[in-house]
């Protein structure tokens, strides 16, 4: 099993920052992609960004060119730093991990998430 701890989520203004923290631990080894999801009041879950294990990275139309994914590989941490945050993008942000394990089966992992809220 993968387990995923995030961290770094709080309140922070119209227009501010914040680096959200995402942890893996356990079966680490078969993990082939991980990425951030976010749902906010009211709405779905959706896709905000994703990495592969080879660094290529994909975003929302909707943090494009504000948010940016990346991960350290020595500190099994992916991050999600987040500018020029607007009232919509308040959510949680969710953690995931997919990959296969050492029996080629699938798996597709959350954490527990983290509150992200943009208010003045």
């Known amino acids: 099993q993968v387990q995923l701890v995030e961290s770094g989520g709080g309140l922070v203004q119209p227009g501010g920052s914040l680096r959200l923290s995402c942890v893996a631990s356990g079966a680490i080894f078969g993990i082939t992609a991980m990425g951030w999801y976010r749902q906010g009041p009211g709405k779905q879950r959706e896709l905000v960004a994703t990495i592969t294990a080879d660094s290529s990275t994909n975003y929302a139309d909707s943090v494009k060119g504000r948010f940016t994914i990346s991960r350290d590989n020595t500190k099994n941490t992916m991050y999600l730093e987040m500018n020029s945050l607007r009232p919509e993008d308040t959510a949680v942000y969710y953690c995931?991990?997919?990959?296969?394990?050492?029996?080629?089966?699938?798996?597709?992992?959350w954490g527990q998430g983290t509150q992200v809220t943009v208010s003045s």
């Open positions: 995931n991990a997919k990959g296969k394990n050492a029996w080629y089966q699938a798996f597709n992992y």
